[in-house]
């Protein structure tokens, strides 16, 4: 688990890889990820949006941004958690991810940026 922390909004990421999805013959390689978003500041906040690079160890890059997490856009009192699972597919068995989440203070509208720490999706066989 990777864990970091901007403004008192710590962000955690657990991965795992997904055998039953994955066709290694196929370099389709796929892993889950559950983030958890816990506001350990003293205001409530909205996360908007997201914004993701993908690294493959095959040298591609993608970028993807959007609305919210999962379809949410989630409001969170201080002390409040949030927690998702998501997915992402590589043509290696070795990558990485990371980005950040705009976030709006709800007291007076003000946005700012979270980060989500980088952290690394490997096929088990790989490590040996």
């Not at 500041?41 to 493959?56: C, E, N, S, V």
Request: net charge negative.
């Amino acid at each position: 688990m990777v864990t970091a922390t901007t403004k008192g909004i710590k962000v955690c990421v657990e991965t795992t890889y997904q055998p039953e999805y994955s066709s290694p013959g196929q370099l389709h390689f796929v892993f889950t990820y559950r983030i958890t978003i816990e506001n350990n500041g003293d205001f409530t906040i909205k996360l908007h949006r997201r914004h993701w690079f993908i690294h493959d160890a095959n040298n591609t890059v993608r970028e993807v941004e959007g609305e919210g997490v999962v379809g949410q856009q989630p409001i969170l009192e201080p002390g409040e958690k949030h927690e998702y699972v998501s997915g992402c597919n590589l043509r290696s068995g070795f990558g990485k991810m990371y980005g950040t989440y705009l976030m709006e203070k709800i007291a007076d509208g003000r946005e700012f940026e979270v980060k989500i720490p980088e952290f690394n999706m490997v096929v088990p066989f790989l490590l040996n």
